[in-house]
């Protein structure tokens, strides 16, 4: 596609339920990142996926939270048992073998209520 | 781990000049980013810095210097649209991996 996509780009969800978000990255591009923004903070990393590497987890923070990557494109990022700590919005960004220049897609606003 | 640090905070006025700072401390440190944030919007790439020096491209400047794990962004002939977050972000090198860390971001606002 011609950018990052994300769907959905907005999900209300009840405390305890489960989601599932959602990301396309630009074709191609061997990197794919998840990272978290709660109003008016910084982007706190999540997870990073690159090709065929074991992904780099370290920033997610509970069990509760998971992603794969299927085929080395589109990703999803599960948030099992939601709290109300978990709104915010979640973004994904791409980029392609050797470059630093990250694309970010528009993010998922998840509130939990 | 990492961790960057920025202002929270600048004004400045139109056709000015501003400059935002970013110390950053991390391992495997491969080079530094900046990106722009509009208020509702995406985070969408400026400038990439991997050796120390100035890179220009257009009204925005970046520099770093590796030896001092510091950087900035230099904006000039301040416009109403540059009111906006400005994020510095560290590509750093573990293990297998090279992975993007953000600072927490400096609001820059322009004011006629």
């Known amino acids: 596609g011609a950018g990052v996509s994300q769907s959905p780009s907005n999900k209300v969800t009840e405390k305890g339920k489960d989601v599932e978000l959602r990301c396309d990255p630009i074709?191609?591009?061997?990197?794919l990142y998840w990272y978290r923004q709660s109003l008016g903070q910084g982007l706190e990393f999540l997870i990073y996926?690159?090709?065929?590497?074991?992904?780099?987890k370290s920033g997610l923070p509970s069990d509760r939270f998971s992603a794969e990557r299927t085929g080395g494109s589109v990703s999803t990022l599960t948030i099992q048992r939601t709290q109300q700590e978990d709104s915010a919005v979640y973004l994904c960004?791409?980029?392609?073998?050797?470059?630093?220049?990250?694309?970010f897609g528009q993010g998922t606003r998840l509130t939990v209520v | 781990g990492q961790s960057l640090e920025q202002p929270s905070e600048v004004t400045a006025v139109e056709g000015a000049i501003v400059q935002i700072n970013c110390t950053y401390q991390?391992?495997?440190?491969?080079?530094l980013s900046w990106y722009q944030q509009h208020d509702g919007g995406a985070p969408t790439f400026l400038s990439y810095n991997a050796l120390d020096g100035l890179e220009e491209t257009g009204r925005f400047s970046s520099f770093l210097s590796r030896s001092d794990s510091y950087g900035y962004l230099l904006l000039q002939e301040l416009q109403m649209k540059d009111s906006a977050s400005y994020f510095c972000?560290?590509?750093?090198?573990?293990?297998?991996?090279?992975?993007?860390?953000f600072g927490t971001g400096t609001l820059l606002a322009v004011q006629p």
């Open positions: 972000a560290v590509s750093s090198v573990g293990g297998a991996t090279n992975k993007l860390i």
């Open positions: 074709s191609g591009h061997t990197a």
């Open positions: 960004a791409s980029s392609s073998t050797g470059s630093e220049k990250a694309f």
């Open positions: 996926f690159q090709g065929n590497s074991a992904p780099d």
């Open positions: 991390t391992s495997g440190f491969y080079g």
